[in-house]
Antibody, heavy 123, light 110 residues
Framework: QLQMQESGPGLVKPSETLSLTCIVS??????????WGWIRQPPGKGLEWIAT???????YFDPSLNSRVTISMDMANNQLSLRLTSVTAADTAVYYC???????????????WGRGTTVTVSS | QTVVTQEPSFSVSPGGTVTLTCALS?????????PSWYQQTPGQPPRTLIYSTDTRSSGVPDRFSGSILANKAALTITGAQADDESDYYCLVYLPGGTWVFGGGTRLTVL
């Protein structure tokens, strides 16, 4: 049974860098059958796709966050990471990681989600 | 930047049928956008309902169905039940490998 568990600092100061980790169990992030992604949800608002990564190193980012986001995977520890620089209050959100199956060569939906980790940006 | 638009809210009577839609600002939604639908209740992560336009995820009741209607992705709930009261989000895949969520529809069953 696949499980995904996000973790993070909880509270980050404005202008600092947010670092999140998603530990995956029950599947391998190095699998060629899946992409892996990060999604967030600001309080009281909708879901926002942030970034996606494939074991080959291919990465995709939301254009509005592109310059501030890094996504990576640690195959040895079977985990994903997200790094968001220069955070502001607008980055306050619940952050989710998700598995993304492939349809042929393309990732096509998010089939398993973590429970999310809450991040608040405040001084 | 591409925007995906959903109805902000919808209401349906118990036992009734409702269709939620998902429109793409850049044009028509097609099967190549792999539209998917997610259900979310407060404090919970999203639950995958439909993927690749019309395929139900494992364990999803058959009262949920997906389609393309008038160039939009659509989620139809037939025979709505009280516990269908949730937020529903569509997600579309764009050329270039990026994704966009719709703003979500809050469904009330009353």
């Amino acid at each position: 049974q696949l499980q995904m568990q996000e973790s993070g600092p909880g509270l980050v100061k404005p202008s600092e860098t947010l670092s999140l980790t998603c530990i995956v169990s029950g599947d391998s992030v190095s699998s060629s059958y899946y992409y892996w992604g990060w999604i967030r949800q600001p309080p009281g608002k909708g879901l926002e796709w942030i970034a996606t990564i494939y074991y080959s190193g291919s990465t995709y980012f939301d254009p509005s966050l592109n310059s501030r986001v890094t996504i990576s995977m640690d195959m040895a520890n079977n985990q994903l990471s997200l790094r968001l620089t220069s955070v502001t209050a607008a980055d306050t959100a619940v952050y989710y990681c998700a598995r993304i199956p492939l349809a042929g060569p393309k990732p096509y939906y998010m089939d398993v989600w973590g429970r999310g980790t809450t991040v608040t940006v405040s001084s | 930047q591409t925007v995906v638009t959903q109805e902000p809210s919808f209401s349906v009577s118990p036992g009734g049928t409702v269709t939620l839609t998902c429109a793409l600002s850049s044009g028509s939604v097609s099967n190549s956008n792999y539209p998917s639908w997610y259900q979310q209740t407060p404090g919970q992560p999203p639950r995958t309902l439909i993927y690749s336009t019309d395929t139900r995820s494992s364990g999803v009741p058959d009262r949920f169905s997906g389609s393309i209607l008038a160039n939009k992705a659509a989620l139809t709930i037939t025979g709505a039940q009280a516990d269908d009261e949730s937020d529903y989000y569509c997600l579309v895949y764009l050329p270039g490998g990026t994704w966009v969520f719709g703003g979500g529809t809050r469904l009330t069953v009353l």
